[in-house]
């Protein structure tokens, strides 16, 4: 099963450009890699996904490097609102299909 | 946002009781999901629906039973709740799996178990 590493938390100010790393050195083949966000009392939302290179959407990038071992979410212009807790997943199917969801990274945005 | 709904939102229950929590969708995908929440573990797995009256155990499954008798509809029960079930449950849904699936989830039910 793909494991995830991600820091434990991560503080920044508003306006700054955040990246936020996820190591995965177990990744298989056909997995993804998936990145959502919490905030408090709700559930994850999904944010971004990738395979490899490079991906962008309205809220985030995502970076993956040739060998996929890792992966980084990259926040641009933070504002207080992206205060939350960020989860990397990989993509992990065996015989009792499951995705692996690690403690996450929360992620603190001061003024 | 998907249309997602728990209820109930919050629940507390006493030990040795029997617990349903309901989650209903109306974006008629296939697959749904039981996570709970405690702090220090992420979310894990309890059990998930592949269709109408087909499921199968996740990671934490004991204690707990699931069914799904419509799409749109997936109980979990606790039949006899435990302290160690207090937890913040979430169902969650996807159109398909593999590994690259899009997680849609509710809104989570807290539940404490005294």
Redesign the interface.
């Known amino acids: 099963l793909a494991k995830t590493t991600q820091p434990i938390s991560m503080d920044s100010y508003e306006g700054q450009e955040v990246n936020i790393t996820c190591s995965h050195n177990n990744i298989a083949t056909?997995?993804?890699i998936?990145w959502?966000q919490q905030f408090p009392?709700?559930?994850?939302?999904?944010i971004i996904?990738g395979?490899k290179t490079k991906v962008t959407n309205e809220v985030a990038s995502l970076f993956i490097p040739a060998d996929r071992k890792s992966s980084t979410l990259s926040l641009p212009r933070v504002s207080l609102s992206d205060t939350a807790v960020y989860?990397c997943l990989?993509?992990?199917?065996d015989s009792?299909?499951?995705?692996i969801?690690?403690?996450?990274t929360k992620l603190i945005i001061k003024p | 946002d998907a249309g997602i709904t728990q209820s109930p939102r919050h629940k507390v229950t006493e030990t040795g009781t029997p617990v349903t929590l309901r989650c209903h969708q109306t974006e008629n995908h296939r697959y749904m999901y039981w996570?709970r929440q405690d702090p220090?573990?992420?979310?894990?797995?309890i059990h998930?629906s592949y269709g109408v009256k087909d499921t199968?155990?996740?990671?934490v499954s004991d204690g707990y039973s699931v069914s799904r008798s419509k799409t749109e509809d997936f109980l979990l029960t606790l039949e006899s709740a435990t302290s160690s079930q207090t937890s913040v449950y979430?169902c969650?849904i996807s159109e398909s799996?593999?590994?690259?699936e899009?997680?849609?989830?509710?809104?989570?039910t807290q539940l404490s178990v005294l």
């Open positions: 056909n997995d993804y998936t959502y009392s709700q559930g994850p939302r999904f996904q395979y989860y990989v993509g992990a199917q009792n299909y499951q995705l969801w690690g403690a996450g | 996570y220090g573990h992420g979310l894990r797995l998930y199968d155990k996740g990671e979430f969650a799996t593999g590994g690259h899009k997680l849609f989830f509710g809104s989570g």
